[in-house]
C-alpha cells in the first residue's frame, strides 16, 4: 500500500463543548454578576419582628378587687377603666383627712391674731413704762429743784436766826441793867424762838426733799428696769407668737398634703388604662388581693408599631440611620416600608441576663448581631393588624 494513501480508519476529530451549554453558562454567570451586583445595593436578614411598647399595668394601692372591666385581647382607650379596688377604707381616710384640715384651720385662726394682739400690746406697754420713766425722771427734777429752793429758804431763815439769836442776847444784857422795857425784852425773845422754830421746820423740810428725790430716783430705778424688761421679753414673746402661728400653718399645710394624699390614694382605686391599646396577659379577678407593684395585666400599645432587626455585626459596614428599608410582613404577607432609625447600643449578647465571658479562656469567635431600630412610614395599609412579635423580613437600601 503506498506510504500516501489515505488510511482505512481516520481518527474522529475533537468536538469542543455544545454551543447551547456554553450560552447557559454565559448567561448564568452575567445573571450571577448581576445578581451579586444587585445584592451589593442591600442588607436584609430573617432575624426581625415587629416591637411596639407593652406596658406592665399594677396597682398604686392595695386592697381587693371589687370588680373588673376588661377581658384579654379587649381594645381600651385612655382613660377607660380597667378593674377597681374595694375604694371604702380610702374613703374613710378621706373623710378623717378632711376633718385634720378643718382642725388645722381653726387651730390657725385662733391663734394668727394673737401676733397683732401681742404686737400691740408690747407697743402700750413700751410707750407706758417709757411714760412712767419721764414722769418718775420729772419727780425726780422736781424734788430737786424744791430741795434747792428749801435750802435757799433755810439759809436766809439760819441768817434771820443768828440775828435774832444776837438781839435776844443783847437784850437780856440790857433787861438786866433796866435799860430796856419789859415788853421790848419779851418781843426779842419771842422773836429770837420764832427764827430758830423756823429754821428747824427749813431743816425738817430740806430732810423730806431729799427723802423724796431718793424716793423719785427709785422710781425711775424701777421704771427704767420695767422698761427695759418690755423692750428686751417684748420682741422675744412676739417671736414666740409669730413661731406658734407659723406652726399653726405649717400644721394646715401638713393637713392639706395629708388630705390630698388621701384623695390621691382613693383615685387610685381605680385602675385606668395609661394608653390606648389591647390588653393582655390578664391576671387579675374579682375578689384578688393587690399590692403596689403586682402585674395585673400587659397593655400592647399597637398604635406606633416599629421593627427590631438583629443584624449580623458583619452586614453594618454601610448601615446608617435614614437609609429606606422594605418591610416583608409574614402575616399578613404585604410588604411595607421605612427607615433605619437607629443601631442598638450592644450586641444582644451583652443584653442577655448571662453575658459571655470572653476572658475565661475558652473563647470561641461568634458573629455577634446588633439590633437596628427600623421605623415605619404611618399610614399605610395593613399597619392596623400588626402586632409586637410578628416576623417580618427587612431589607436595608445601602444607596
Known sequence: MPADAPSANPAPARKGPPRPLIAALLIAAVAGLCYWLYSRQFEDTDDAQIDGNISNI?????????????????????????????????????????????QAEALLQAEDPSVSIAEASNQANVTSNVSDVASAQAAVSGARKEQAQILAQLAQAEANNRNAQLEYQRATRLIASKAIAQADFDSRANAAAAAAAAVEALQQAQAAARDRILQAGAHVNAASSRLSEVQKNGPLNLATRRASVLARQAGLDLARAQLQQAELSLSYTKITAPVGGIIGKKSVSVGDHVAPGQQLMALSQVDAPYVTANFRETQLARIHPGQPVDIHVDAIDA?????????????????????????????????????????????????????????VEPRVRLK
Open 335 to 391: 410588604d411595607l416600608h421605612g427607615s433605619v432609625a437607629s443601631m442598638g447600643g450592644a450586641t444582644g449578647s451583652r443584653f442577655s441576663i448571662l453575658p459571655p465571658e470572653n476572658a475565661s479562656g475558652n473563647y470561641v469567635k461568634v458573629v455577634q448581631r446588633i439590633p437596628v431600630r427600623i421605623s415605619l412610614f404611618p399610614g399605610q395599609s395593613g399597619m392596623d393588624r400588626l402586632r409586637p412579635g410578628m416576623s
Open 58 to 102: 399594677s396597682p398604686r394601692v392595695s386592697g381587693t378587687i371589687k370588680s373588673v372591666a376588661i377581658v384579654d385581647n379587649q381594645v381600651v382607650k385612655v382613660g377607660d377603666l380597667l378593674a377597681e379596688i374595694d375604694p371604702a377604707d380610702y374613703q374613710v381616710a378621706v373623710v378623717q383627712a378632711r376633718a385634720g384640715v378643718a
